[in-house]
């Protein structure tokens, strides 16, 4: 859960971004 607070709170820019994106999910995963 603290994994997905974490993805919230980060920027509209990086959530946008593909790049930052795919790397955000890789980690959840």
Known sequence: MKR???LFS???AFYTSPHYSKKFLEQAL
């Open 4 to 6: 997905r607070r974490r």
């Open 10 to 12: 980060i920027p509209s």
